[in-house]
C-alpha cells in the first residue's frame, strides 16, 4: 500500500504526461531498468492487480494473468544484468510457457517475482513466479528472450 502506482512513477511520456491506463496496476518493489548492487537481490518483485473488476469467471480470471505474464518479462534481465545499453527495439520474447498451479482469482495484489538465472550470447531466460498476498504459489512463466546492446563502432 505504501508503494505508488509505477504508471505516474515511471512510466510517463517524454511530454511529461502520463499514458493511457493499462488494465492491470503495478507497483515495484524493486526499481526497473536497474541492475541489483552488490548484496541486493537479482530478482525483480512488483505487485500486480486488475484495475477494474473480472467477471468471476474462470476462463478469463486465467486469461487476464497469462496476458499479464509477459509485461514486465525483462525485469529480471535488468535486474541481474542492467538495463545500460540495452536496445528494445532489437530485443523480443521467443518462447513462452505458463503453468497453472492454481485457480487464477484477481480479487487482491499479486505478488510477481522475476528472475533471469542465466544470460548468454544476446538470449536470456527468465523465470517468473506469480503468488498471492497470502503466499499461495498461483503460476509460474518461463520464457526465452532475445537481448541486444548497442552496436559499439570498432576502434581505430
Known amino acids: 500500500?505504501?508503494?505508488?502506482?509505477?504508471?505516474?512513477?515511471f512510466w510517463?511520456?517524454?511530454?511529461?504526461?502520463?499514458?493511457?491506463?493499462?488494465?492491470?496496476?503495478?507497483?515495484f518493489v524493486t526499481p526497473p531498468d536497474v541492475a541489483a548492487r552488490a548484496g541486493e537481490s537479482l530478482q525483480a518483485q512488483e505487485w500486480v492487480r486488475v484495475r477494474s473488476p473480472l467477471p468471476d469467471d474462470p476462463?478469463?480470471?486465467?486469461?487476464?494473468l497469462i496476458f499479464q505474464s509477459d509485461a514486465g518479462s525483462f525485469a529480471g534481465i535488468e535486474r541481474r544484468?542492467?538495463?545500460?545499453?540495452?536496445?528494445?527495439?532489437?530485443?523480443?520474447?521467443?518462447?513462452?510457457?505458463?503453468?497453472?498451479?492454481r485457480p487464477v482469482q484477481w480479487d487482491d495484489w499479486m505478488l510477481v517475482v522475476t528472475d533471469t538465472p542465466v544470460a548468454h550470447g544476446a538470449r536470456a531466460l527468465?523465470?517468473?513466479?506469480?503468488?498471492?498476498?497470502?503466499?499461495?504459489?498461483v503460476a509460474t512463466m518461463t520464457q526465452e528472450a532475445i537481448f541486444?546492446?548497442?552496436?559499439?563502432?570498432?576502434?581505430?
Open 1 to 9: 500500500e505504501d508503494l505508488r502506482d509505477a504508471r505516474e512513477v
Open 12 to 27: 510517463k511520456n517524454e511530454d511529461g504526461s502520463v499514458p493511457p491506463l493499462w488494465p492491470f496496476e503495478v507497483r
Open 59 to 64: 476462463v478469463i480470471q486465467s486469461a487476464a
Open 81 to 101: 544484468y542492467g538495463w545500460e545499453g540495452m536496445v528494445p527495439k532489437a530485443s523480443a520474447s521467443l518462447d513462452h510457457a505458463i503453468w497453472l498451479h
Open 126 to 137: 527468465t523465470l517468473r513466479q506469480f503468488w498471492r498476498r497470502d503466499g499461495t504459489h
Open 148 to 156: 541486444r546492446r548497442e552496436q559499439q563502432p570498432p576502434r581505430a
